[in-house]
Structures are given as C-alpha cells and as structure tokens.
C-alpha cells in the first residue's frame, strides 16, 4: 500500500482487512498484568519493567528470570497465567478509541483482525470482557511470528504499540500505523517500520469518516 499522501482524508480504518495488536493497542492490560505478577510474589510488579512483560511470553520469561531464581521460573509462570486467566480478565480494560476504531473498521464492510501473541483463549476473554467485537482472533504469534499470519490474512494495515509489530508489518508489506499507547516512543516506531504514527486510536476516529483508498 501507498502513502496516500494526496488523500487528507484517508484514514487506516479504511481498509479492507485491519489488523490490531492485542496489549496496549486495543487493550490496556496493565492491571491485569499487575495482578497477575501479584499472584507470583506481592513485591514484583515495583520490581520489574511491565513493558517487557507485555511484549510476549518469551519476554515475560526473560523479564521473571531477572528477579527470581531459575527454579522458580517454571511454577511463576503458571501462577502468572493463571491469575491472568481468572482475576486478570476483569481488569482489562479498552483502550481509548478502541471500541470506535473496531466499529469504523466493520461499518464500511472492513474485517477487523487481531494478531497477538496472548493465547487465543486469554485473548478472547480480554477482548470479551473489554466489550470488544472483532471478526478473527490470532493468537500465540509474537513478534516475527506475525508475518505469516499478516500475509494469509490479507491485512492491509497493521496497528501496534511495539517496534515489533512495526517490524513484523514492514515484512509482510503491510502498512503499519504506530500507537504510542505503549512503552514505544514515535521514533522507536518510525524506526522499526512504522508509516504513520498516532498518538492514540482516538485519533484515528476523531476525524471525518474514512474515505476509501483512492487506489482500491
Ligand atoms: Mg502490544
């Protein structure tokens, strides 16, 4: 896709697949994540960097290693999971735009996709319990992961708060649109890929309703 620089009104949600990330995009998932280390020692979520505990299970791995010792990994990460699961889901909460966003998306005939690398199940139950209606859920991709799953889908835009998921858009060559609703600053994101960069998905629907792309 263009930057459809001649078209002001062009706005993202226009597109005919859009793509969101999961955490700090369409979710914010802080608390959650705060009562779900809570779970694991009452003294960690002072501890450790949220950021990283959100970007993916590998991170959230690496991120508990830093503070607890080895032995200890495996049954932390369980307990994480399972406080995410139960407790966690009732604080996830949308982000601010989200539900908008999701509905500008459906309502000139768009498919709203989410690409995350939360398991599917948790990702359903956030996305549930936020009041949140997208038409396909793709979960356990993280990262580089997302590529594929960019490219089967058909996404033409991809919008997330991580360089990874700038990254993962520009690989796939996909339009991706920062949102520095997360730990990433715009520059971050410009780096890692990112072709627009909005400071909220509020933004996005605070505009006039999106015109088509002039090239489809
Ligand atoms: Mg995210």
């Excluded at 955490?23 to 003294?43: F, H, K």
């Excluded at 549930?128 to 997302?146: F, I, N, Y």
């Amino acid at each position: 896709m263009t930057v459809p620089e001649d078209a002001p009104e062009w706005s993202p949600l226009s597109g005919s697949v859009v793509g969101f990330d999961l955490d700090l995009t369409l979710l914010d998932t802080r608390e959650a994540a705060l009562v779900a280390l809570r779970a694991i020692d009452p003294e960690l979520p002072a501890a450790v960097d949220l950021g990283r505990c959100l970007t993916s299970a590998a991170e959230l791995r690496a991120e508990l290693s830093r503070h607890l010792p080895e032995r200890r990994i495996e049954e932390a990460l369980l307990r994480y999971r399972a406080a995410a699961d139960a407790e966690g889901v009732a604080e996830a909460q949308p982000m601010p735009g989200a539900a908008e966003a999701l509905a500008r998306v459906r309502g000139h005939g768009g498919r709203a996709v989410v690409i995350t690398g939360r398991r599917p199940e948790t990702a359903a139950a956030y996305l549930r319990a936020a009041g949140l209606t997208v038409d396909l859920l793709v979960g356990g991709a993280a990262g580089p992961e997302k590529v594929s799953h960019l490219r089967r889908h058909g996404v033409e835009v991809y919008l997330g708060d991580h360089p990874l998921d700038m990254t993962a858009a520009a690989a796939a060559g996909v339009f991706g649109v920062g949102v520095t609703t997360g730990y990433a600053t715009a520059d971050r994101l410009r780096a890692a890929g990112a072709r627009m960069i909005v400071s909220s998905l509020s933004t996005l629907v605070a505009g006039p309703e999106p015109a088509p792309h002039p090239a489809r």
